[in-house]
């Protein structure tokens, strides 16, 4: 990654109006240079006795017209800067635009996900609560036989309410007991 793409959105604003801060510099240099090449040939366009140009003035205007190459090629190179930053931001731009639809994307995920749980958590329950359901109607019919099995032997044994006890023959009956005298 170059220095100039990692260089934050708004270094990219400051860098850009810098950069047309000088070209306007550049272009008002430009214009005054003309307008000083314009008044040299004007000034040379009136009828003077020497129609040669002086040394003095040709060495000034070869000058001139270096100055003025060179702020032509220093506003191509900036124009060419300008154009280079306006396409690194309109890809920065659609970079932030794509990073802020996945964010919206991932934020309803996100909002979506406890009603996908719950859910989810239904549908294992479910199962769990039809187990539930069968064991508790299990219980409760290994319920009612043990009471029917607890209510009969409670009826068994209220027939077999006489008590055991020894029989004697029926010939001792005569048997005197001891008295106590």
Request: no cysteine.
């Amino acid at each position: 990654m170059t220095a100039s793409t990692s260089m934050t959105f708004a270094d990219l604003q400051a860098e850009v109006a810098h950069l047309r801060d000088e070209l306007q510099i550049r272009d008002q240099l430009v214009q005054q240079l003309s307008q000083e090449l314009f008044r040299m040939v004007k000034g040379n366009a009136t009828p003077k006795t020497n129609a040669q140009p002086s040394e003095e003035s040709l060495a000034e205007m070869r000058v001139l017209r270096e100055q003025l190459h060179g702020v032509e090629q220093q506003v191509s190179f900036y124009q060419d800067q300008l154009e280079s930053r306006d396409t690194e931001i309109q890809q920065l731009r659609q970079t932030v635009k794509d990073l802020g639809d996945r964010s919206q994307m991932l934020e309803r995920v996100v909002q979506e996900m406890p009603q996908v749980y719950r859910q989810k958590f239904a549908e294992r329950l479910t199962p769990i609560k039809e187990k539930v359901a069968l064991i508790q109607q299990e219980n409760r019919r290994l319920h009612a036989e043990l009471q029917s099995v607890s209510y009969r032997l409670a009826v068994r044994n209220r027939r077999v309410t006489h008590i055991d006890l020894p029989s004697f023959p029926r010939g001792m009956g005569n048997a005197a007991l001891p008295s106590v005298s």
